[in-house]
Protein backbone atom coordinates (compact mmCIF):
# COMPACT_ATOMS: atom_id res chain seq x y z
CA UNK A 1 0.00 0.00 0.00
CA UNK A 2 1.05 3.76 -0.90
CA UNK A 3 1.30 5.75 2.17
CA UNK A 4 0.61 9.63 1.75
CA UNK A 5 -0.32 12.66 4.03
CA UNK A 6 -3.23 14.52 2.99
CA UNK A 7 -5.11 17.43 4.41
CA UNK A 8 -7.81 16.38 7.03
CA UNK A 9 -8.71 20.23 7.52
CA UNK A 10 -7.80 23.90 6.92
CA UNK A 11 -4.92 25.03 9.36
CA UNK A 12 -6.80 28.18 11.19
CA UNK A 13 -3.46 29.79 12.12
CA UNK A 14 -0.15 27.99 12.63
CA UNK A 15 -0.87 24.07 11.34
CA UNK A 16 -1.52 21.43 13.68
CA UNK A 17 -0.70 18.08 13.00
CA UNK A 18 -4.21 17.10 13.30
CA UNK A 19 -4.60 18.84 10.21
CA UNK A 20 -3.07 16.44 8.35
CA UNK A 21 -3.53 12.64 7.80
CA UNK A 22 -1.29 9.47 7.13
CA UNK A 23 -3.35 7.24 4.64
CA UNK A 24 -2.47 4.24 2.85
CA UNK A 25 -4.00 4.22 -0.51
CA UNK A 26 -3.85 1.28 -3.24
CA UNK A 27 -0.32 1.37 -5.40
CA UNK A 28 -0.74 3.66 -8.53
CA UNK A 29 -0.79 2.33 -11.91
CA UNK A 30 1.45 4.37 -14.31
CA UNK A 31 -0.63 5.04 -17.19
CA UNK A 32 0.34 5.70 -21.27
CA UNK A 33 3.02 8.28 -20.98
CA UNK A 34 3.70 8.38 -17.12
CA UNK A 35 6.13 6.82 -14.79
CA UNK A 36 6.26 5.21 -11.70
CA UNK A 37 8.07 7.09 -8.89
CA UNK A 38 9.19 5.56 -5.29
CA UNK A 39 9.73 8.82 -3.82
CA UNK A 40 12.95 8.99 -1.75
CA UNK A 41 13.06 12.61 -0.55
CA UNK A 42 9.93 14.85 0.27
CA UNK A 43 10.43 18.82 0.12
CA UNK A 44 8.97 20.63 3.17
CA UNK A 45 8.74 24.24 1.90
CA UNK A 46 6.67 27.75 3.22
CA UNK A 47 4.98 27.90 0.47
CA UNK A 48 2.52 24.62 0.89
CA UNK A 49 1.28 26.72 3.61
CA UNK A 50 -0.46 28.74 0.88
CA UNK A 51 -1.98 26.00 -0.71
CA UNK A 52 -3.80 24.57 2.88
CA UNK A 53 -5.61 27.65 2.68
CA UNK A 54 -8.58 28.67 1.08
CA UNK A 55 -7.79 32.13 -0.17
CA UNK A 56 -7.32 32.89 -3.95
CA UNK A 57 -3.77 32.82 -4.71
CA UNK A 58 -1.66 32.07 -8.27
CA UNK A 59 -2.45 28.39 -7.77
CA UNK A 60 -5.69 26.21 -7.06
CA UNK A 61 -6.11 25.52 -3.06
CA UNK A 62 -5.45 21.95 -2.13
CA UNK A 63 -8.98 19.89 -1.32
CA UNK A 64 -9.56 18.37 2.10
CA UNK A 65 -7.88 14.87 1.20
CA UNK A 66 -5.88 15.88 -1.21
CA UNK A 67 -2.23 14.70 -1.08
CA UNK A 68 0.07 17.36 0.12
CA UNK A 69 1.92 19.21 -2.79
CA UNK A 70 5.41 19.14 -3.07
CA UNK A 71 8.39 18.46 -4.94
CA UNK A 72 9.97 14.74 -3.86
CA UNK A 73 13.13 13.12 -5.44
CA UNK A 74 12.81 9.70 -6.21
CA UNK A 75 13.80 6.74 -8.01
CA UNK A 76 12.12 5.28 -11.35
CA UNK A 77 10.10 1.84 -10.65
CA UNK A 78 8.15 1.70 -14.20
CA UNK A 79 8.28 3.67 -16.79
CA UNK A 80 5.97 4.14 -19.81
CA UNK A 81 8.24 6.65 -21.76
CA UNK A 82 10.84 5.73 -23.39
CA UNK A 83 13.36 8.86 -21.56
CA UNK A 84 13.70 7.57 -18.38
CA UNK A 85 14.49 3.89 -17.36
CA UNK A 86 13.98 1.77 -13.97
CA UNK A 87 16.39 3.33 -11.05
CA UNK A 88 17.24 6.37 -12.77
CA UNK A 89 16.86 9.30 -10.27
CA UNK A 90 14.01 12.34 -10.80
CA UNK A 91 12.80 15.00 -9.12
CA UNK A 92 9.10 16.36 -9.39
CA UNK A 93 5.76 17.85 -8.61
CA UNK A 94 4.78 14.27 -6.89
CA UNK A 95 3.76 15.45 -3.31
CA UNK A 96 3.74 13.51 -0.22
CA UNK A 97 3.35 10.13 -1.03
CA UNK A 98 5.57 6.95 -1.72
CA UNK A 99 4.55 5.96 -4.75
CA UNK A 100 3.31 8.36 -7.69
CA UNK A 101 2.17 8.07 -11.15
CA UNK A 102 3.58 11.41 -12.78
CA UNK A 103 3.58 12.30 -16.44
CA UNK A 104 7.03 12.04 -17.99
CA UNK A 105 7.16 15.57 -18.96
CA UNK A 106 6.66 16.96 -15.79
CA UNK A 107 10.04 14.72 -14.03
CA UNK A 108 13.88 16.21 -14.59
CA UNK A 109 15.99 13.45 -14.13
CA UNK A 110 19.10 14.16 -11.71
CA UNK A 111 22.63 12.81 -12.03
CA UNK A 112 23.32 11.42 -8.47
CA UNK A 113 27.21 11.43 -9.68
CA UNK A 114 27.19 14.98 -9.49
CA UNK A 115 25.78 15.97 -6.39
CA UNK A 116 23.96 13.79 -3.86
CA UNK A 117 20.02 14.10 -4.85
CA UNK A 118 18.82 15.72 -2.44
CA UNK A 119 20.16 18.76 -3.74
CA UNK A 120 17.91 18.30 -6.76
CA UNK A 121 15.41 19.76 -3.62
CA UNK A 122 17.40 22.36 -2.78
CA UNK A 123 20.84 23.97 -4.13
CA UNK A 124 20.39 22.39 -7.69
CA UNK A 125 16.48 22.74 -7.19
CA UNK A 126 13.54 24.93 -6.40
CA UNK A 127 15.18 27.07 -3.87
CA UNK A 128 18.46 27.43 -6.00
CA UNK A 129 16.36 28.35 -8.86
CA UNK A 130 14.23 30.51 -6.10
CA UNK A 131 17.83 32.62 -5.17
CA UNK A 132 18.94 32.57 -8.91
CA UNK A 133 16.49 34.04 -10.61
CA UNK A 134 14.94 36.25 -7.69
CA UNK A 135 17.96 37.95 -6.97
CA UNK A 136 19.71 38.51 -10.81
CA UNK A 137 16.46 38.65 -12.48
CA UNK A 138 14.37 41.00 -10.21
CA UNK A 139 17.11 42.30 -7.36
CA UNK A 140 19.55 43.13 -10.41
CA UNK A 141 22.53 43.62 -8.28
CA UNK A 142 25.65 45.33 -9.24
CA UNK A 143 28.74 44.51 -7.62
CA UNK A 144 29.56 46.78 -5.03
CA UNK A 145 25.59 46.79 -3.94
CA UNK A 146 24.87 45.73 -0.32
CA UNK A 147 22.27 42.90 -0.49
CA UNK A 148 19.63 42.42 2.66
CA UNK A 149 18.41 38.94 3.24
CA UNK A 150 15.72 38.11 5.25
CA UNK A 151 14.86 35.02 6.53
CA UNK A 152 18.73 34.50 5.27
CA UNK A 153 19.70 31.14 7.17
CA UNK A 154 16.34 29.76 5.33
CA UNK A 155 16.73 27.24 2.20
CA UNK A 156 16.48 29.90 -0.16
CA UNK A 157 18.20 32.80 2.16
CA UNK A 158 21.51 30.64 2.42
CA UNK A 159 21.85 30.77 -1.12
CA UNK A 160 20.84 34.41 -2.42
CA UNK A 161 23.44 35.42 0.15
CA UNK A 162 26.30 32.79 -1.31
CA UNK A 163 24.69 34.65 -4.89
CA UNK A 164 25.57 37.92 -3.80
CA UNK A 165 28.80 37.24 -2.98
CA UNK A 166 29.68 35.65 -5.61
CA UNK A 167 28.41 38.51 -7.76
CA UNK A 168 31.26 41.11 -6.01
CA UNK A 169 28.49 42.47 -3.86
CA UNK A 170 28.20 42.70 0.73
CA UNK A 171 25.83 40.74 1.87
CA UNK A 172 23.61 41.05 5.54
CA UNK A 173 21.64 38.40 6.72
CA UNK A 174 18.88 38.93 9.06
CA UNK A 175 17.48 35.56 10.78
CA UNK A 176 16.11 34.63 14.30
CA UNK A 177 18.85 33.69 17.43
CA UNK A 178 22.19 33.45 18.16
CA UNK A 179 22.92 30.19 16.38
CA UNK A 180 21.24 31.21 12.81
CA UNK A 181 23.42 34.81 13.05
CA UNK A 182 26.84 32.56 13.33
CA UNK A 183 25.39 30.37 10.58
CA UNK A 184 25.21 33.65 8.58
CA UNK A 185 28.77 34.56 9.03
CA UNK A 186 30.86 31.31 8.96
CA UNK A 187 28.72 29.02 6.62
CA UNK A 188 27.11 30.61 4.30
CA UNK A 189 29.70 33.74 3.88
CA UNK A 190 27.38 36.69 5.20
CA UNK A 191 29.48 40.22 5.54
CA UNK A 192 27.18 41.06 8.29
CA UNK A 193 24.21 39.25 10.33
CA UNK A 194 21.48 40.63 12.52
CA UNK A 195 19.58 38.37 14.92
CA UNK A 196 16.32 39.80 15.05
CA UNK A 197 15.17 38.52 17.64
CA UNK A 198 17.87 39.80 20.15
CA UNK A 199 18.59 42.73 18.47
CA UNK A 200 17.39 46.27 17.58
CA UNK A 201 17.08 45.77 13.91
CA UNK A 202 16.67 49.30 12.83
CA UNK A 203 20.19 50.36 14.91
CA UNK A 204 21.64 47.23 13.14
CA UNK A 205 20.67 47.89 9.72
CA UNK A 206 21.71 51.61 10.04
CA UNK A 207 25.39 50.17 11.69
CA UNK A 208 25.38 46.95 9.17
CA UNK A 209 24.18 49.38 5.91
CA UNK A 210 26.10 52.72 6.13
CA UNK A 211 25.36 53.47 2.70
CA UNK A 212 21.81 52.59 2.63
CA UNK A 213 19.58 48.76 0.84
CA UNK A 214 20.45 48.54 -2.69
CA UNK A 215 18.43 45.29 -2.91
CA UNK A 216 16.30 44.05 -0.42
CA UNK A 217 14.94 40.02 -0.85
CA UNK A 218 12.57 39.44 1.74
CA UNK A 219 11.37 36.04 2.73
CA UNK A 220 9.23 36.85 5.66
CA UNK A 221 7.36 40.54 5.40
CA UNK A 222 5.79 42.05 8.29
CA UNK A 223 8.17 44.30 10.89
CA UNK A 224 11.51 43.08 9.72
CA UNK A 225 11.22 44.31 6.36
CA UNK A 226 9.20 47.96 7.58
CA UNK A 227 12.97 48.25 8.87
CA UNK A 228 14.71 47.19 6.07
CA UNK A 229 12.21 49.60 3.93
CA UNK A 230 13.20 53.01 5.85
CA UNK A 231 17.49 52.36 4.96
CA UNK A 232 16.70 51.87 1.77
CA UNK A 233 19.31 53.56 -1.02
CA UNK A 234 17.98 55.37 -3.80
CA UNK A 235 16.47 52.84 -6.80
CA UNK A 236 16.39 49.80 -4.15
CA UNK A 237 15.23 46.44 -5.64
CA UNK A 238 12.53 44.97 -3.51
CA UNK A 239 12.80 41.31 -4.03
CA UNK A 240 9.22 39.82 -2.73
CA UNK A 241 9.90 35.87 -2.84
CA UNK A 242 7.89 35.41 0.28
CA UNK A 243 6.21 36.27 3.40
CA UNK A 244 6.19 34.08 5.78
CA UNK A 245 5.50 36.00 8.94
CA UNK A 246 2.18 36.63 7.41
CA UNK A 247 1.00 33.07 5.84
CA UNK A 248 -0.26 31.92 9.46
CA UNK A 249 -2.93 34.87 10.23
CA UNK A 250 -6.16 34.22 10.14
CA UNK A 251 -6.75 37.99 8.66
CA UNK A 252 -4.08 40.40 7.65
CA UNK A 253 -2.12 41.90 9.68
CA UNK A 254 -2.56 45.99 10.34
CA UNK A 255 0.78 47.69 9.72
CA UNK A 256 1.40 51.60 8.83
CA UNK A 257 1.48 52.61 5.15
CA UNK A 258 4.54 52.96 3.87
CA UNK A 259 4.17 53.26 0.21
CA UNK A 260 5.41 56.69 -0.18
CA UNK A 261 8.94 55.59 1.24
CA UNK A 262 9.29 53.80 -2.90
CA UNK A 263 8.67 57.59 -4.24
CA UNK A 264 11.24 59.04 -1.64
CA UNK A 265 13.76 56.43 -2.52
CA UNK A 266 12.68 55.78 -6.37
CA UNK A 267 12.33 52.06 -5.27
CA UNK A 268 10.86 49.47 -6.79
CA UNK A 269 8.64 46.15 -5.44
CA UNK A 270 8.61 43.36 -7.10
CA UNK A 271 7.07 39.86 -6.36
CA UNK A 272 7.68 36.28 -8.35
CA UNK A 273 7.22 32.88 -8.88
CA UNK A 274 9.93 30.69 -9.85
CA UNK A 275 7.63 28.35 -11.61
CA UNK A 276 7.24 31.58 -14.45
CA UNK A 277 11.24 30.83 -14.98
CA UNK A 278 10.77 27.50 -15.74
CA UNK A 279 11.62 27.63 -19.05
CA UNK A 280 14.92 29.47 -18.01
CA UNK A 281 15.79 26.61 -15.59
CA UNK A 282 18.64 25.34 -18.48
CA UNK A 283 20.30 28.59 -17.82
CA UNK A 284 20.79 28.43 -14.08
CA UNK A 285 20.99 24.89 -12.97
CA UNK A 286 24.55 24.49 -15.01
CA UNK A 287 25.96 27.81 -13.06
CA UNK A 288 24.70 26.56 -9.86
CA UNK A 289 25.97 23.23 -10.21
CA UNK A 290 29.47 24.54 -11.43
CA UNK A 291 29.58 27.07 -8.16
CA UNK A 292 28.37 23.81 -6.21
CA UNK A 293 31.25 21.93 -7.46
CA UNK A 294 34.10 24.91 -7.32
CA UNK A 295 32.67 24.89 -3.36
CA UNK A 296 31.80 28.52 -4.19
CA UNK A 297 28.13 26.80 -2.90
CA UNK A 298 27.63 25.52 0.66
CA UNK A 299 24.31 24.21 1.87
CA UNK A 300 22.97 22.61 4.87
CA UNK A 301 20.12 20.36 4.85
CA UNK A 302 17.73 19.01 7.59
CA UNK A 303 16.65 15.70 7.21
CA UNK A 304 14.27 14.35 9.66
CA UNK A 305 13.49 9.98 8.44
CA UNK A 306 10.14 8.96 7.89
CA UNK A 307 7.09 10.35 5.90
CA UNK A 308 5.07 10.48 9.20
CA UNK A 309 6.86 13.36 10.20
CA UNK A 310 6.12 15.81 7.68
CA UNK A 311 3.70 17.64 9.29
CA UNK A 312 6.02 17.77 12.53
CA UNK A 313 8.68 19.11 10.11
CA UNK A 314 6.48 21.53 8.36
CA UNK A 315 5.41 23.12 11.30
CA UNK A 316 8.62 23.04 12.91
CA UNK A 317 10.08 25.41 9.66
CA UNK A 318 7.28 27.51 9.56
CA UNK A 319 8.61 28.18 12.89
CA UNK A 320 11.69 28.15 12.18
CA UNK A 321 13.00 25.27 14.23
CA UNK A 322 14.74 23.75 10.84
CA UNK A 323 18.54 24.46 10.29
CA UNK A 324 18.79 23.90 7.01
CA UNK A 325 16.81 23.26 3.72
CA UNK A 326 13.92 20.94 5.75
CA UNK A 327 13.90 17.65 4.18
CA UNK A 328 11.73 14.39 4.63
CA UNK A 329 13.57 10.90 3.98
CA UNK A 330 10.74 8.23 3.28
CA UNK B 1 8.34 95.96 -3.09
CA UNK B 2 8.07 92.26 -3.43
CA UNK B 3 5.19 90.26 -1.91
CA UNK B 4 5.69 86.26 -1.45
CA UNK B 5 4.17 84.08 0.89
CA UNK B 6 6.32 82.25 3.10
CA UNK B 7 5.80 79.28 5.85
CA UNK B 8 4.81 80.62 8.78
CA UNK B 9 4.42 76.89 10.72
CA UNK B 10 4.25 73.55 10.47
CA UNK B 11 1.07 72.14 9.26
CA UNK B 12 -0.43 70.02 12.04
CA UNK B 13 -2.65 67.51 9.79
CA UNK B 14 -4.04 69.44 7.16
CA UNK B 15 -2.76 72.91 6.77
CA UNK B 16 -4.41 75.93 7.71
CA UNK B 17 -4.14 79.72 6.43
CA UNK B 18 -2.61 80.60 9.75
CA UNK B 19 0.36 78.15 9.05
CA UNK B 20 1.31 80.97 5.99
CA UNK B 21 2.46 84.42 5.73
CA UNK B 22 2.13 87.18 3.58
CA UNK B 23 5.15 89.44 3.31
CA UNK B 24 7.16 92.07 2.11
CA UNK B 25 10.81 92.35 1.31
CA UNK B 26 12.76 94.39 -1.06
CA UNK B 27 12.74 93.45 -4.55
CA UNK B 28 15.80 91.00 -5.25
CA UNK B 29 19.03 92.18 -6.87
CA UNK B 30 19.98 89.61 -10.19
CA UNK B 31 23.84 88.75 -9.71
CA UNK B 32 25.99 87.52 -11.90
CA UNK B 33 24.91 85.15 -14.30
CA UNK B 34 21.50 85.40 -12.65
CA UNK B 35 17.76 86.41 -14.17
CA UNK B 36 15.45 88.60 -12.98
CA UNK B 37 12.24 86.85 -13.13
CA UNK B 38 8.39 88.72 -12.53
CA UNK B 39 5.88 85.84 -11.76
CA UNK B 40 2.44 85.54 -13.46
CA UNK B 41 1.56 82.42 -13.01
CA UNK B 42 2.10 80.24 -9.15
CA UNK B 43 1.49 76.32 -9.23
CA UNK B 44 -0.16 74.88 -6.47
CA UNK B 45 0.76 71.43 -6.07
CA UNK B 46 0.70 67.98 -3.88
CA UNK B 47 4.29 67.63 -3.36
CA UNK B 48 4.38 71.00 -1.48
CA UNK B 49 2.80 69.36 1.41
CA UNK B 50 5.55 67.22 1.64
CA UNK B 51 8.25 70.42 1.98
CA UNK B 52 6.25 71.53 4.81
CA UNK B 53 7.04 68.67 7.31
CA UNK B 54 10.53 68.43 9.12
CA UNK B 55 10.45 64.64 7.47
CA UNK B 56 13.14 63.47 5.82
CA UNK B 57 11.80 62.89 1.89
CA UNK B 58 13.83 63.13 -1.30
CA UNK B 59 14.18 67.05 -0.84
CA UNK B 60 15.20 69.17 2.38
CA UNK B 61 11.84 70.51 4.02
CA UNK B 62 10.99 74.25 4.11
CA UNK B 63 12.64 76.14 6.92
CA UNK B 64 9.89 78.47 8.82
CA UNK B 65 10.26 81.94 6.85
CA UNK B 66 11.07 80.12 3.13
CA UNK B 67 8.78 81.05 0.82
CA UNK B 68 7.31 78.59 -0.55
CA UNK B 69 8.99 76.51 -3.47
CA UNK B 70 6.93 76.14 -6.41
CA UNK B 71 7.56 75.93 -10.05
CA UNK B 72 6.33 79.39 -11.37
CA UNK B 73 5.68 80.99 -14.76
CA UNK B 74 6.52 84.73 -15.56
CA UNK B 75 8.71 87.25 -17.63
CA UNK B 76 11.86 88.06 -17.63
CA UNK B 77 12.70 91.52 -16.07
CA UNK B 78 16.06 91.98 -15.82
CA UNK B 79 18.96 89.23 -16.99
CA UNK B 80 22.81 88.97 -16.45
CA UNK B 81 22.50 86.14 -19.02
CA UNK B 82 22.80 86.61 -22.98
CA UNK B 83 20.48 83.76 -23.30
CA UNK B 84 17.35 85.85 -22.12
CA UNK B 85 16.14 88.67 -22.96
CA UNK B 86 13.68 91.02 -21.25
CA UNK B 87 9.71 90.28 -21.67
CA UNK B 88 10.80 86.41 -22.17
CA UNK B 89 8.60 84.09 -20.81
CA UNK B 90 9.88 81.22 -18.49
CA UNK B 91 9.45 78.62 -16.37
CA UNK B 92 11.54 77.84 -12.98
CA UNK B 93 11.11 76.76 -9.82
CA UNK B 94 10.81 80.27 -8.35
CA UNK B 95 8.48 79.77 -5.82
CA UNK B 96 5.02 81.50 -4.52
CA UNK B 97 6.58 85.59 -4.62
CA UNK B 98 6.40 88.42 -7.18
CA UNK B 99 10.15 88.79 -8.31
CA UNK B 100 12.85 86.42 -8.14
CA UNK B 101 16.42 86.24 -8.94
CA UNK B 102 16.92 82.75 -10.50
CA UNK B 103 20.20 80.80 -11.98
CA UNK B 104 19.79 81.25 -15.90
CA UNK B 105 20.37 77.71 -15.94
CA UNK B 106 17.44 76.80 -13.71
CA UNK B 107 14.70 78.64 -15.88
CA UNK B 108 13.45 77.59 -19.12
CA UNK B 109 11.97 79.28 -22.05
CA UNK B 110 8.75 78.93 -23.20
CA UNK B 111 7.35 79.82 -26.66
CA UNK B 112 4.04 81.91 -25.32
CA UNK B 113 2.64 81.32 -29.61
CA UNK B 114 2.54 77.61 -28.80
CA UNK B 115 0.22 77.63 -26.34
CA UNK B 116 -0.42 79.65 -22.96
CA UNK B 117 2.28 80.27 -20.87
CA UNK B 118 0.04 78.57 -18.07
CA UNK B 119 0.72 75.40 -19.92
CA UNK B 120 4.41 75.34 -18.95
CA UNK B 121 2.61 74.57 -15.57
CA UNK B 122 0.82 71.51 -16.31
CA UNK B 123 0.64 69.81 -19.80
CA UNK B 124 3.95 71.28 -21.17
CA UNK B 125 5.38 71.21 -17.73
CA UNK B 126 5.16 69.00 -14.44
CA UNK B 127 2.29 67.44 -14.76
CA UNK B 128 2.46 66.87 -18.13
CA UNK B 129 6.20 65.28 -18.06
CA UNK B 130 5.35 63.34 -14.42
CA UNK B 131 2.44 61.50 -16.43
CA UNK B 132 4.72 60.88 -19.86
CA UNK B 133 7.43 59.21 -17.71
CA UNK B 134 5.54 57.57 -14.71
CA UNK B 135 3.14 56.21 -17.58
CA UNK B 136 5.58 54.89 -20.59
CA UNK B 137 9.08 54.57 -18.61
CA UNK B 138 7.71 52.99 -15.24
CA UNK B 139 3.72 51.98 -16.21
CA UNK B 140 5.44 50.19 -19.59
CA UNK B 141 1.61 50.33 -20.63
CA UNK B 142 0.65 47.66 -23.77
CA UNK B 143 -1.27 48.31 -26.81
CA UNK B 144 -4.79 46.74 -24.86
CA UNK B 145 -3.93 47.02 -21.21
CA UNK B 146 -6.08 48.48 -18.96
CA UNK B 147 -5.03 51.41 -17.44
CA UNK B 148 -6.79 52.33 -14.17
CA UNK B 149 -5.57 56.38 -12.35
CA UNK B 150 -6.19 57.12 -9.15
CA UNK B 151 -7.07 61.34 -8.59
CA UNK B 152 -7.64 60.76 -12.32
CA UNK B 153 -9.05 64.31 -12.57
CA UNK B 154 -6.39 66.03 -10.92
CA UNK B 155 -3.36 67.80 -13.23
CA UNK B 156 -1.59 64.75 -13.66
CA UNK B 157 -4.45 62.20 -13.73
CA UNK B 158 -6.30 64.12 -16.63
CA UNK B 159 -3.09 63.34 -18.40
CA UNK B 160 -2.99 60.11 -17.54
CA UNK B 161 -5.57 59.16 -19.05
CA UNK B 162 -5.45 60.95 -22.54
CA UNK B 163 -1.94 59.08 -22.67
CA UNK B 164 -3.18 55.82 -22.29
CA UNK B 165 -5.39 56.03 -24.52
CA UNK B 166 -2.81 57.68 -27.21
CA UNK B 167 -1.22 54.85 -26.43
CA UNK B 168 -4.00 52.25 -27.31
CA UNK B 169 -5.13 50.97 -23.59
CA UNK B 170 -8.47 51.32 -21.98
CA UNK B 171 -8.47 54.05 -19.29
CA UNK B 172 -10.30 53.35 -16.24
CA UNK B 173 -10.16 56.79 -13.71
CA UNK B 174 -11.02 56.94 -10.05
CA UNK B 175 -12.12 60.69 -8.84
CA UNK B 176 -14.24 61.84 -6.14
CA UNK B 177 -17.92 62.79 -6.61
CA UNK B 178 -20.01 62.97 -9.70
CA UNK B 179 -19.04 66.04 -11.55
CA UNK B 180 -15.81 64.64 -11.79
CA UNK B 181 -16.93 61.47 -12.69
CA UNK B 182 -18.64 63.18 -15.49
CA UNK B 183 -15.35 65.30 -16.56
CA UNK B 184 -13.00 61.88 -16.80
CA UNK B 185 -15.97 60.57 -19.56
CA UNK B 186 -16.69 63.67 -21.32
CA UNK B 187 -13.88 65.98 -21.36
CA UNK B 188 -10.96 63.34 -20.62
CA UNK B 189 -11.80 60.30 -22.66
CA UNK B 190 -11.90 57.98 -19.91
CA UNK B 191 -13.49 54.55 -21.07
CA UNK B 192 -14.79 54.28 -17.50
CA UNK B 193 -14.68 56.13 -14.42
CA UNK B 194 -15.18 55.20 -10.61
CA UNK B 195 -16.93 57.84 -7.89
CA UNK B 196 -15.11 56.62 -5.18
CA UNK B 197 -17.20 58.73 -2.90
CA UNK B 198 -20.75 57.62 -3.77
CA UNK B 199 -19.64 53.70 -4.53
CA UNK B 200 -18.33 50.58 -3.79
CA UNK B 201 -14.64 51.00 -5.42
CA UNK B 202 -14.30 46.87 -5.39
CA UNK B 203 -17.48 46.48 -7.29
CA UNK B 204 -17.21 49.16 -9.61
CA UNK B 205 -13.50 48.23 -10.26
CA UNK B 206 -14.75 44.55 -11.20
CA UNK B 207 -17.53 45.79 -13.46
CA UNK B 208 -14.57 48.10 -15.23
CA UNK B 209 -11.42 45.94 -15.23
CA UNK B 210 -13.01 42.25 -16.09
CA UNK B 211 -8.91 40.87 -17.30
CA UNK B 212 -7.81 42.92 -13.89
CA UNK B 213 -5.68 46.15 -13.79
CA UNK B 214 -2.42 46.16 -16.06
CA UNK B 215 -1.55 49.10 -15.38
CA UNK B 216 -2.34 51.14 -11.82
CA UNK B 217 -0.91 54.96 -12.06
CA UNK B 218 -1.33 55.83 -8.20
CA UNK B 219 -1.65 59.25 -7.11
CA UNK B 220 -3.45 58.75 -3.72
CA UNK B 221 -2.79 55.25 -2.02
CA UNK B 222 -4.92 54.15 1.03
CA UNK B 223 -8.09 52.01 0.90
CA UNK B 224 -8.88 53.37 -2.88
CA UNK B 225 -5.35 52.46 -3.45
CA UNK B 226 -5.83 48.44 -1.84
CA UNK B 227 -9.31 47.88 -3.74
CA UNK B 228 -7.16 48.15 -6.78
CA UNK B 229 -4.35 45.82 -5.91
CA UNK B 230 -7.11 43.41 -5.18
CA UNK B 231 -7.95 44.00 -9.19
CA UNK B 232 -4.38 43.28 -10.71
CA UNK B 233 -3.86 41.19 -13.53
CA UNK B 234 -0.77 38.93 -14.16
CA UNK B 235 2.49 41.09 -14.16
CA UNK B 236 1.08 44.48 -13.64
CA UNK B 237 2.79 47.32 -12.93
CA UNK B 238 1.92 50.22 -10.45
CA UNK B 239 3.00 53.41 -10.73
CA UNK B 240 3.38 55.28 -7.46
CA UNK B 241 3.48 59.10 -7.95
CA UNK B 242 1.87 60.02 -5.24
CA UNK B 243 0.47 59.40 -1.73
CA UNK B 244 -2.13 62.56 -1.39
CA UNK B 245 -4.39 60.55 0.47
CA UNK B 246 -1.59 60.22 3.40
CA UNK B 247 0.56 63.46 3.53
CA UNK B 248 -1.93 65.08 5.91
CA UNK B 249 -1.79 61.92 8.66
CA UNK B 250 0.41 63.17 11.68
CA UNK B 251 1.16 59.31 12.35
CA UNK B 252 1.21 56.33 9.44
CA UNK B 253 -2.31 55.39 9.11
CA UNK B 254 -2.60 51.33 9.37
CA UNK B 255 -3.76 49.36 7.31
CA UNK B 256 -3.61 45.55 6.42
CA UNK B 257 -0.34 44.14 4.52
CA UNK B 258 -0.94 43.13 1.36
CA UNK B 259 2.42 42.65 -0.12
CA UNK B 260 1.58 39.24 -0.46
CA UNK B 261 -0.74 40.14 -3.44
CA UNK B 262 3.24 41.28 -5.36
CA UNK B 263 3.47 37.61 -5.12
CA UNK B 264 0.24 36.03 -6.04
CA UNK B 265 0.37 38.83 -9.34
CA UNK B 266 3.87 38.34 -10.13
CA UNK B 267 3.39 42.62 -9.58
CA UNK B 268 5.97 44.97 -9.32
CA UNK B 269 5.11 48.66 -8.01
CA UNK B 270 7.83 51.28 -8.18
CA UNK B 271 8.23 54.95 -7.51
CA UNK B 272 9.56 57.49 -9.52
CA UNK B 273 10.71 61.45 -9.21
CA UNK B 274 10.28 63.35 -12.08
CA UNK B 275 13.38 65.44 -11.08
CA UNK B 276 15.09 62.26 -11.67
CA UNK B 277 14.10 62.63 -15.40
CA UNK B 278 15.57 66.05 -16.38
CA UNK B 279 18.07 64.99 -18.95
CA UNK B 280 15.08 63.78 -20.65
CA UNK B 281 12.66 66.27 -20.42
CA UNK B 282 13.72 67.12 -24.49
CA UNK B 283 11.99 63.88 -25.55
CA UNK B 284 9.11 64.01 -23.63
CA UNK B 285 7.91 68.59 -24.51
CA UNK B 286 7.78 68.00 -28.13
CA UNK B 287 5.42 65.08 -27.95
CA UNK B 288 3.12 66.10 -25.35
CA UNK B 289 3.12 69.84 -27.38
CA UNK B 290 2.33 67.89 -30.71
CA UNK B 291 -0.48 65.95 -28.94
CA UNK B 292 -1.71 69.58 -27.65
CA UNK B 293 -1.63 70.59 -31.16
CA UNK B 294 -2.99 67.40 -32.74
CA UNK B 295 -6.34 67.78 -30.06
CA UNK B 296 -5.80 64.84 -28.43
CA UNK B 297 -5.05 66.22 -25.09
CA UNK B 298 -7.15 68.28 -23.37
CA UNK B 299 -6.33 70.04 -20.10
CA UNK B 300 -8.74 72.28 -17.84
CA UNK B 301 -7.42 74.88 -15.76
CA UNK B 302 -8.81 76.43 -12.07
CA UNK B 303 -6.87 79.37 -11.74
CA UNK B 304 -7.30 82.13 -8.60
CA UNK B 305 -6.62 85.77 -8.78
CA UNK B 306 -4.10 87.08 -6.38
CA UNK B 307 -0.76 85.62 -4.58
CA UNK B 308 -2.54 86.25 -1.46
CA UNK B 309 -5.17 83.34 -2.06
CA UNK B 310 -2.27 80.97 -3.11
CA UNK B 311 -2.85 79.18 0.32
CA UNK B 312 -6.42 78.82 0.29
CA UNK B 313 -6.01 77.59 -3.29
CA UNK B 314 -3.25 75.16 -1.71
CA UNK B 315 -5.68 74.08 0.85
CA UNK B 316 -8.44 73.59 -1.69
CA UNK B 317 -6.67 71.16 -3.80
CA UNK B 318 -5.52 69.23 -1.15
CA UNK B 319 -9.49 68.46 -0.35
CA UNK B 320 -9.82 67.80 -4.02
CA UNK B 321 -11.80 71.05 -4.61
CA UNK B 322 -10.25 72.39 -7.44
CA UNK B 323 -11.31 71.63 -10.94
CA UNK B 324 -8.30 71.38 -13.26
CA UNK B 325 -4.74 72.44 -12.66
CA UNK B 326 -4.61 74.78 -9.09
CA UNK B 327 -3.04 77.84 -10.43
CA UNK B 328 -2.95 80.94 -9.34
CA UNK B 329 -2.36 84.20 -11.05
CA UNK B 330 0.06 87.23 -9.83
Redesign the interface.
Same mark, same amino acid.
Given at each position: MNRRVTLASRPNGMPKESDFALEEAPDPEPGAGEVLVRNRFLSVDPYQRGRMSEA !???AQPLQIGDVITSQSVGEVAATNDPRFAAGDWVVGQTGWQELAAARAGTLRKIDSKLAPPTTALHVLGGTGLTAYFGLFDIGEPVAGDTVVVSAAAGAVGQIVGQLSKIAGCRAVGIAGGEEKKRSLLEEFGYDAAIDYKNEDVAAALKAACRDGVNVYF?NV??EV?DAVQRRLALHARIV????VS?YNNA? $?? +? %? $? !???? +? +? #? #?? !? %? !????? +?IT?YADRFGEALPRLAAWLREGKLHYREDIVEGIEKAPRAFIGMLNGENRGKAIVAV
Open positions: !RSYDGGSICGQQK $PE +L %A $P !RMTN +L +L #V #VY !R %A !RMEGF +LD
